[in-house]
C-alpha cells in the first residue's frame, strides 16, 4: 500500500505575498489536555513563506504539534505553493508517467482496501481534491460525497470526475449514521478543530463503520534521521505530527478503536527525497534512504514513513 500526498489535490498557482503573521497559541495539548508543554523543534516552511515554525511535546503524553499556528483565516496563504503543480498540470516526462502509474495504483489499492470491510457502500472522503479517488469509487458502485475546501478544486471534482463535493463546513450538515466509511488520505493532521470534528466523523458513521485515516509517522526512520529537514513535518500546515500510539490515544478518547495500521511505502521514498532537497543534499541518496526506511520499518511494527490507520466506531 502506497499514497503520493501532495499531488493528488489541486493547488492554486503561485502568487507572491506576504503572510501577514496571525498566529494562535495553543495551551493545551489537543490529545490529554495538559498544559505541561515544552519546545521540541523548530523547522521552515519550505514551501511558501520559508518562515520558521515551532513544534511543542506535550510533557505528559509526549504528542507533538505546530505551535503557534497560523489562525484559520489565514492559513489558506499558507498552501499556495506551485511546487505541487506540476504533476498534476502535465503528463509530459519520465517522472510524470511513472507518477500518474504510482497514483493510479494507490487508488485501487485504497479503493481494495475500503472494500474489504465494507459491504454497504457508502463513502464520505475528507479533503477529496478534485475527486479522483472519488470518482474511481463510484465507478466501483461507491455511493459518494466529498468535502473540499478550495472551490477550484470542487468545480474540478464536478467536471472531471463528476463527484459532488461541498465545503467544509457540510460536514456539520451530513445526516448522523449514514455513511459506511470515512477516507481521510493525509487530511486529518490539517484538521483545526481535531477533537469537535472527531465527533462528528463518529456521529456521521454507521454503528460499527470505518473511519480510515492516513497520515505521516512522525516516530519513521527517515523522520529520526532527517529531524528539522524531514519533509513529511510540513510546518505550518501540518498542526500535528502523530506516532501510532497517539493515533490510538487520540480516537480512544472518542470512544474509537484502532484495529489496523497498513504501510504506505511509496511515501518513504518521496519524503525521503525532499527532506534530501531540503538540506541540500542528493536526490538519490534521498532515494535510497527511502529504502532503508522501508527495511528499518519491516523489523519494526508500525514504523513505516507514513501509515494508513483503520478506525472503527462500536457496533452498538
Ligand atoms: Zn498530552
Same mark, same amino acid.
Given at each position: @500500500?502506497?499514497?503520493v500526498?501532495h499531488?493528488?489535490? =489541486? =493547488?492554486k498557482?503561485?502568487?507572491?505575498f506576504h503572510?501577514?503573521?496571525q ?5 493545551n495539548?489537543? !490529545? $490529554?489536555?495538559s498544559?505541561?508543554?515544552?519546545f521540541?523543534?523548530?523547522?521552515i ?10 513544534i &511543542?511535546? $506535550?510533557s505528559?503524553?509526549?504528542?507533538k504539534f505546530?505551535?503557534? /499556528?497560523?489562525?484559520e483565516?489565514? /492559513?489558506?496563504?499558507y498552501y499556495? #505553493?506551485?511546487? =505541487?503543480?506540476s504533476?498534476s ?7 510524470n508517467? !511513472?507518477?500518474h ?15 474489504s470491510f &465494507?459491504?454497504?457502500k ?7 481534491? %478534485? ?11 461507491w455511493? %459518494?460525497?466529498g468535502?473540499e ?11 472531471n470526475n463528476n ?8 460536514l456539520y450538515?451530513i ?8 477516507? @481521510?488520505w493525509? *487530511? ?5 478543530n481535531?477533537?469537535q470534528d ?5 456521529? /456521521?458513521l ?5 473511519l480510515v485515516?492516513?497520515?505521516?509517522n512522525c516516530?519513521s526512520?527517515?523522520a529520526?534521521h =532527517? ?5 513529511a513535518?510540513?510546518l505550518?500546515?501540518?498542526?500535528y505530527?502523530?506516532?501510532?500510539n497517539?493515533?490510538?490515544?487520540? @480516537?480512544?478518547?472518542?470512544?474509537l478503536?484502532? !484495529?489496523? *495500521? ?11 527525497m525532499?527532506?534530501e532537497?531540503?538540506k541540500?543534499?542528493?536526490?538519490? %541518496? ?6 532503508? #526506511?522501508?527495511?528499518k520499518?519491516?523489523? %519494526?511494527?508500525?514504523?513505516?514513513? &507514513?501509515?494508513?490507520?483503520? /478506525? ?5
Amino acid at each position: @500500500m502506497f499514497h503520493v500526498e501532495h499531488n493528488t489535490k =489541486y =493547488y492554486k498557482p503561485f502568487k507572491l505575498f506576504h503572510v501577514k503573521h496571525q498566529l494562535k497559541n495553543i495551551n493545551n495539548c489537543p !490529545i $490529554c489536555n495538559s498544559k505541561n508543554l515544552s519546545f521540541w523543534r523548530s523547522a521552515i516552511d519550505h514551501n511558501v513563506s520559508q518562515d520558521e515554525f515551532k513544534i &511543542s511535546q $506535550c510533557s505528559n503524553c509526549n504528542f507533538k504539534f505546530t505551535n503557534p /499556528i497560523p489562525t484559520e483565516n489565514t /492559513i489558506g496563504e499558507y498552501y499556495k #505553493s506551485d511546487t =505541487y503543480i506540476s504533476h498534476s498540470a502535465t503528463k509530459k516526462g519520465v517522472i510524470n508517467k !511513472i507518477y500518474h502509474v504510482v497514483r493510479t495504483r494507490a487508488i485501487k489499492q485504497k479503493e481494495t482496501l475500503i472494500s474489504s470491510f &465494507s459491504s454497504n457502500k457508502t463513502l464520505l472522503d475528507i479533503g477529496c481534491g %478534485t475527486g479522483d479517488f472519488l470518482g474511481y469509487c463510484k465507478k466501483n458502485n461507491w455511493n %459518494t460525497i466529498g468535502l473540499e475546501p478550495d472551490e477550484d478544486a470542487r468545480k474540478l471534482a464536478k467536471s472531471n470526475n463528476n463527484i459532488q463535493a461541498l465545503p467544509l463546513d457540510e460536514l456539520y450538515t451530513i445526516k448522523s449514521e449514514s455513511k459506511d466509511t470515512i477516507t @481521510m488520505w493525509h *487530511v486529518l493532521e490539517h484538521v483545526y478543530n481535531l477533537n469537535q470534528d472527531i465527533e462528528e466523523y463518529k456521529r /456521521i458513521l454507521k454503528p460499527g463503520g470505518h473511519l480510515v485515516v492516513a497520515v505521516p509517522n512522525c516516530s519513521s526512520h527517515d523522520a529520526d534521521h =532527517y529531524k528539522e529537514h524531514w519533509a513529511a513535518l510540513d510546518l505550518p500546515i501540518h498542526l500535528y505530527h502523530f506516532t501510532p500510539n497517539d493515533i490510538k490515544r487520540l @480516537m480512544e478518547n472518542h470512544q474509537l478503536e484502532l !484495529i489496523k *495500521v497498513l504501510p504506505m511505502k511509496f511515501d518513504s521514498y518521496y519524503i525521503s527525497m525532499m527532506s534530501e532537497k531540503y538540506k541540500g543534499g542528493n536526490i538519490l %541518496t534521498g532515494f535510497w534512504r527511502g529504502f532503508i #526506511s522501508n527495511i528499518k520499518a519491516k523489523k %519494526t511494527k508500525n514504523t513505516y514513513s &507514513s501509515q494508513i490507520y483503520v /478506525i472503527q466506531k462500536p457496533k452498538t
